[in-house]
């Protein structure tokens, strides 16, 4: 039976491949307490190589606190069975499986190769509104939901303007919690039908083509003479434009929901789209969108386009994101995201991690079991995470969630509360990873 991670704390829980950590496994209470070392037998299974012989290398305990020395071979998920010599004392424990006369605990660890153990898993979105285009919650609320649900950054992206991005990181910037907020936008160009997010871009490219359209006409104009013949539409100039624009503007460009449905039919033409993508100058697809469940078609048919294109010579990198304009009552929010590996939680880490591929995008409509697409390795990896990291990680976010949106109602004592708190969220997420 897998151990509720509410008895123990178990550190580290990812450690390096091929290599020899030290892992600590201390309970939280007295009724869960560990009975002399030698009532107690360790044994490593690994759920790719299976069975690990003389995996543990050595176990003691000290002050209540057992501690083994476990060599983890390759890179994979491994548990850790603690067996227990049967006690009357124990046998109704809530927290072990009793099975012939013996009592057994399992925690899970994942080892990894150097490249991602240097590497911090973080929880994302690039697409978001608020009541300043079509939402209905203000900027520097939508960021108290997000910490809230366990996410290390978003961006605000409401259609057609910039600014809002900018109040809301305003809003918040004497935060210490570690949470970002990244400016961005949805750009909507004249005449051109494609949706395309700027992340993190330095301007606005929807306040570039306003402040001078005659120019943005023109160099659209000029931009389609360069195209192919089947891809020489005004709409497939203009997206040109935008993804160029918002490299211009040092920032990540994204093409968003190809295959949102609307008056029966896509909501640009799939001629568009694969234009688009053939020339794949943008930075990451949104394979994963803000749809609600009747409109499930739409994800899958991106889904399938990803693959496809990366089964014929044309991979690209991926993001999920919620698109949510509604985050009290509504549906979408934390739905659909991104978790990707990244050096540090920085709108240049965040870009480099992502055209790097190594982001998987998320679906998780609410009740149900987590989708991931993206590498293959990074699935296996950020399966692990999805059922051993996040859940705890998010009770610790929420905490700081639920003092900042006490703050916002006016409550300046949380301010207060916020600084003696500290940051529970980083903490935890340095004990979860070993970095030697």
């Not at 640009?268 to 789209?273: A, K, N, R, V, W």
């Not at 014929?312 to 990198?317: A, E, S, T, V, Y």
């Amino acid at each position: 039976m897998h151990c509720p991670e509410k008895y123990f704390d178990t550190f580290p829980r990812v450690v390096p491949a091929n290599k020899v950590s030290r892992i600590c496994i201390a309970p939280k209470f007295s009724n869960v307490a560990f009975p002399p070392a030698d009532e107690i037998k360790l044994s490593l299974v690994s759920l790719s190589d299976h069975k690990s012989e003389n995996a543990v290398r050595s176990f003691e305990l000290e002050n209540g606190v057992l501690g083994a020395e476990v060599f983890f071979g390759n890179e994979q998920e491994h548990v850790l069975e603690v067996v227990i010599a049967s006690q009357p004392a124990r046998k109704n424990s809530s927290f072990a499986h009793r099975l012939s006369g013996e009592l057994k605990m399992r925690f899970r660890f994942y080892s990894v190769e150097d490249d991602l153990l240097k590497l911090t898993p973080l929880k994302g979105d690039f697409h978001a509104h608020t009541h300043l285009s079509d939402g209905n919650e203000a900027p520097e609320y939508d960021v108290c939901r997000y910490r809230q649900a366990g996410f290390d950054f978003m961006a605000i992206t409401d259609h057609f303007v910039y600014e809002p991005s900018l109040l809301a990181a305003d809003y918040w910037k004497d935060l210490r919690t570690g949470f970002m907020i990244y400016p961005g936008e949805e750009v909507h160009l004249p005449d051109c039908n494609a949706h395309i997010v700027n992340f993190g871009g330095k301007a606005s490219v929807n306040g570039a083509a306003k402040a001078d359209e005659a120019k943005y006409r023109q160099e659209v104009q000029d931009i389609c003479r360069t195209l192919p013949e089947n891809g020489n539409t005004f709409s497939d100039g203009a997206a040109e434009w935008a993804f160029r624009k918002i490299k211009e503007f040092d920032g990540l460009s994204i093409f968003c929901h190809p295959y949102w449905e609307e008056c029966f039919g896509y909501s640009i033409p799939e001629t568009l789209t694969d234009s688009i993508i053939s020339r794949r100058s943008f930075d990451a697809l949104e394979v994963v969108s803000g749809f609600y469940r009747h409109q499930w078609r739409s994800n899958a048919v991106q889904n399938a386009r990803w693959h496809h294109e990366a089964v014929h010579g044309n991979p690209m990198p991926v993001v999920g994101a919620s698109d949510a304009h509604c985050f009290d009552g509504g549906a979408l929010f934390d739905w659909f995201y991104t978790l990707l590996f990244a050096g540090e939680n920085s709108f240049e880490s965040i870009r480099e991690a992502v055209k790097a591929n190594r982001s998987l995008a998320v679906l998780r409509n609410e009740g149900q079991f987590p989708v991931l697409t993206g590498d293959f390795r990074l699935v296996k990896y950020g399966t692990f995470l999805m059922d051993e990291y996040f859940p705890r990680y998010t009770e610790l976010c929420r905490i700081e969630g639920d003092l900042m949106m006490e703050l916002l109602r006016g409550n300046a004592a949380a301010a207060e509360a916020l600084k003696v708190l500290g940051t529970p969220a980083g903490e935890f997420r340095k004990m979860f990873f070993s970095r030697g």
